[in-house]
């Protein structure tokens, strides 16, 4: 069974521009979440995507945005990028939301913007 | 608002010794309790989730045991081996937050 696939591995972005991440969740997950680890600091919750609906989102200002598609894969969208954007992005799955089972995460996008 | 803390925050130890991880959380409404793994860099891995029903887990060298009254959890790594060397990770799901919130971390170093 494969694993939570992220994609690309690494970004390196210019300040100001926009950056895509993608996630692949475990086949037959439904929800998707993200989450930032800028370097130092904890992991901050991003977005959470249920059956295709943005379920939860953290305190992250609107630049941060994102979808999930009918086959349940994920794209995190970041615009305008700012320096502090610099981080590892990690997205996770489950099968049904956060209650019932853990958490399954991929390797992550390293984001570098300079 | 969930707070998880992890004491100690690093840690290091000899190979062959076992070894205590600790994890507190504030809100005792939590649905599951789960550890992770973090090398340097990478992503998490999963090492072992708690419901909230649950006293404890065991996966081999590891027993994860939860006191949900109380807020805490502990993590028991037998005969540690250098390849244990990581960050760990405890994190909780409290149904007012609908999220994984995660502690800050202890960062084990395992000496030959």
């Known amino acids: 069974e494969a694993g939570v696939t992220q994609s690309p591995t690494h970004l390196i972005k210019t300040r100001g521009q926009q950056a895509t991440l993608r996630c692949s969740p475990i086949s037959g997950h439904t929800s998707v979440y993200w989450y930032q680890q800028a370097l130092g600091l904890g992991l901050q919750f991003l977005l959470w995507?249920?059956?295709?609906?943005?379920?939860n989102r953290g305190n992250f200002p609107p630049r941060f945005s994102g979808r999930q598609f009918p086959n349940y894969s994920s794209e995190l969208n970041v615009n305008a990028l700012e320096l502090e954007d610099s981080a590892l992005y990690l997205c996770a799955s489950s099968p049904d939301g956060p209650f019932n089972y853990g958490y399954t995460f991929g390797s992550g996008t390293r984001l570098t913007v300079v | 608002k969930q707070e998880v803390t992890q004491i100690p925050a690093a840690l290091s130890v000899p190979e062959g010794e076992n070894l205590v991880l600790n994890c507190s959380f504030t809100?005792?409404?939590?649905?599951?309790l789960q550890w992770f793994r973090q090398d340097p860099g990478k992503g998490l891995t999963s090492l072992l989730l708690?419901?909230?029903?649950?006293r404890e887990q065991t996966s081999g060298r590891l027993n994860a045991s939860l006191d949900k009254s109380s807020g805490r959890s502990t993590l028991y790594i037998a005969a540690s081996q250098p390849g244990d060397s990581a960050t760990y990770l405890c994190a909780v799901v409290t149904g007012t937050a609908s999220k994984l919130t995660f502690g800050t971390g202890t960062r084990l170093q395992v000496t030959l």
């Open positions: 809100d005792s409404a939590i649905y599951n």
């Open positions: 708690i419901q909230s029903s649950q």
């Open positions: 995507y249920d059956e295709g609906e943005e379920r």
